[in-house]
């Protein structure tokens, strides 16, 4: 029997949830806080994920609206490999290369997966009364009723608070920056640039664009007096191509910066009729480029877990179960990196990070293929 549904989160997590849920017959809406889903930069979406958009109908779409990438390069600042797989060795490895889109591209293709008007943006959750079924009451005052909520609200999520009570932040001790630079970058130099204390990741976003993000230690709340870009271009300007390019060819608007927490993870993913997917369930550090990836999962395997029981309570439960056992080594390994990477002296970092090339690539590629291979994304049942 079609339940209604209503997703709090118009994120990536809770659009792609809103999307499974519909296509099996149920009457989703989605309510958002933001009046504006246009912001962000780019994000990797790595074959684990697109088997999950796959499996909800919106793959090619994601496929067409981005570029592949089959390298997986790391370097020093100063230009010398440190790591350079073979691209069909990488594909082979996860299945299909991996995709890069702009955030607002991917948003785009989950909405147009909807209804018209299953999107209701300025509809800010303030408190859920959970019973057999849900009340949910929005910043207007106005009260809904639903069969089941589903939190994708994200790392500060009201949904998961109500759930678990307060959730503490710690500040991990760096900074990010994330850009979209006018810049059309080699393939064969997608991946990493590596020095002391600082990573940059570089990735194609279509043939002319290129996706990139910055890691440094600094304090918490911090800015550069002079602006974020005339800092990085200072900071990076002996590096090599395409690291200063990229900070050259990135406009203001196409660069923001977010310090980065660890979110206490809740002990609680569902009560009854209300669950959490995304960051609202497993916030992780951004050093596997598997966040939005999990949530893409996450969707695709809350749907089948409503499929196979039909009570939704029961099928939070066990959603909760099998999703607890794939994101939780996920969250530890990406906070592990995060450490290493980050090590004080900074050149402790620099050491570990030279250190990767002394890996065997067979054993990285198996390891990378247990993240984020088609072969990875696993629907119960199956």
Known sequence: MPARIIVV?????????????????HDVRVLDQRTDLTAGTGISIW????????????????????????????????GAWLRRPAPRRMTAALGEPLVVV????????????????????????????????VAVTLGDGSVREADAVIGADGVGSAVARALNGPLP?????????RGVAD?????????????PGVQVGHVPLGPDHTYWFATQRAPEGA???GGERPYLLAALSGWADPVPALIAATPAAQLI???LFDHAQPRHWSRGPVVLVGDAAHPMRPHLGQGGCQGIEDAAVLARCVALEPDLPAAFVRFADVRRRRVRLLVAESAAIGRVVNLRPAVLGGLAGRGTALIPEWLVARHLAWIAARSAFVLPGS
């Not at 779409?61 to 990438?69: D, E, L, Q």
């Not at 810049?183 to 020095?195: F, I, N, S, V, W």
């Open 9 to 25: 989160g118009a994120g990536i997590a809770g659009l792609a949830s809103a999307v499974a849920l519909g296509r099996a017959g």
């Open 47 to 78: 074959p684990n994920a697109l088997a999950a958009l796959d499996e909800i109908g919106v793959g090619a779409a994601v496929r067409a609206a981005g570029g592949s990438v089959t390298a997986g390069a790391i370097r020093w600042r100063n």
């Open 102 to 133: 702009r955030r607002s591209a991917l948003t785009d293709i989950l909405c147009a997966a909807l209804p018209a008007g299953a999107v209701e943006l300025g509809s800010a959750v303030t408190t859920l009364a959970i019973g057999d079924t």
């Open 169 to 177: 932040a710690r500040y991990v001790g760096y900074t990010a920056w």
């Open 183 to 195: 810049h059309r970058l080699d393939p064969d130099l997608a991946g990493e640039t590596l020095g």
């Open 223 to 225: 800015r550069a007096p």
């Open 257 to 259: 910066r977010n310090d």
